[in-house]
């Protein structure tokens, strides 16, 4: 089994949309769990860190549950320019950082 | 947020020569870095963590005398492909930790590397 697994879609939605993705993992141990989004042929950047309690950050939220070992993120009224492969990220403790191979979302007008 | 660049951003080569990509933290120290690969729709890989002034930790399955690691300085580290050959096409990332939340990592734009 994979360490992280997400759907790798691609998820195709119109403007305005509420669209929601899973990741989950296998290692128990992981202590800090995030999202990344990454555009085509660039770099990742942080969307949001990923908390127990659940976070939310304008239109995304992002939630953790450790029972079942999934974290998800929710968007909101999809733009356009959420089009992007959104990775699903944790850290295993020290500098050991999984990433997930991505789910992708096209946003359609 | 802190800032890494990579240069070359694009590099083409032909078999068997080095290609070295160079990672600098443009406004910040960072004693580590990490050096990542991707593969098209595949998710990166950790190759190696690069830390200032000792060697390099490899992982599991990544050749250390075909990716060579320096980091000579708190700004800059480099990864030198060496005698590239078309499977080592890849886009190639840099990352360091941030100062605040070590957790988080910053990466650098990415270098694509293209084997002829």
Same mark, same amino acid.
């Given at each position: 089994?994979?360490?992280?697994?997400?759907?790798?879609?691609?998820?195709?939605?119109?403007?305005?949309?509420?669209?929601?993705?899973?990741?989950?993992?296998?290692?128990?141990?992981?202590?800090?769990?995030?999202?990344?989004?990454?555009?085509?042929?660039?770099?990742?950047?942080?969307?949001?860190?990923?908390?127990?309690?659940?976070?939310?950050?304008?239109?995304?939220?992002?939630?953790?549950?450790?029972?079942?070992?999934?974290?998800?993120?929710?968007?909101?009224?999809?733009?356009?320019?959420?089009?992007?492969?959104?990775?699903?990220?944790?850290?295993?403790?020290?500098?050991?950082?999984?990433?997930?191979?991505?789910?992708?979302?096209?946003?359609?007008? | 947020?802190?800032?890494?660049?990579?240069?070359?951003?694009?590099?083409?080569?032909?078999?068997?020569?080095?290609?070295?990509?160079?990672?600098?933290?443009?406004?910040?120290?960072?004693?580590?870095?990490?050096?990542?690969?991707? &593969?098209?729709?595949? #998710?990166?890989?950790?190759? $190696?963590?690069? !830390? /200032?002034?000792?060697?390099?930790?490899?992982?599991?399955?990544?050749?250390?005398?075909?990716?060579?690691?320096?980091?000579?300085?708190?700004?800059?580290?480099?990864?030198?492909?060496?005698?590239?050959?078309?499977?080592?096409?890849? &886009?190639?990332?840099? #990352?360091?930790?941030?100062? $605040?939340?070590? !957790? /988080?990592?910053?990466?650098?734009?990415?270098?694509?590397?293209?084997?002829?």
């Amino acid at each position: 089994r994979k360490e992280v697994e997400q759907d790798p879609g691609p998820f195709n939605v119109p403007e305005g949309a509420t669209v929601a993705f899973n990741c989950t993992y296998s290692n128990s141990a992981s202590q800090s769990f995030f999202w990344y989004r990454q555009d085509c042929r660039k770099e990742p950047k942080l969307l949001m860190s990923v908390y127990s309690s659940g976070n939310e950050d304008g239109r995304f939220t992002a939630q953790l549950n450790r029972a079942s070992q999934y974290i998800s993120l929710l968007i909101r009224d999809s733009k356009l320019s959420d089009s992007a492969t959104y990775l699903c990220v944790l850290n295993t403790g020290g500098f050991k950082t999984i990433f997930g191979a991505g789910t992708r979302l096209f946003v359609k007008a | 947020g802190a800032v890494v660049s990579q240069h070359p951003s694009r590099v083409i080569c032909k078999s068997g020569t080095s290609v070295k990509i160079e990672c600098r933290s443009l406004d910040f120290q960072a004693t580590t870095m990490f050096w990542y690969r991707q &593969f098209p729709k595949k #998710s990166l890989m950790l190759m $190696a963590t690069s !830390n /200032e002034g000792s060697k390099a930790t490899y992982e599991q399955g990544v050749e250390k005398d075909k990716f060579l690691i320096n980091h000579a300085s708190l700004t800059l580290s480099t990864l030198t492909v060496t005698s590239a050959h078309p499977e080592d096409s890849s &886009f190639y990332i840099c #990352s360091a930790p941030g100062l $605040a939340d070590y !957790n /988080e990592q910053f990466f650098g734009p990415g270098t694509r590397l293209t084997v002829l």
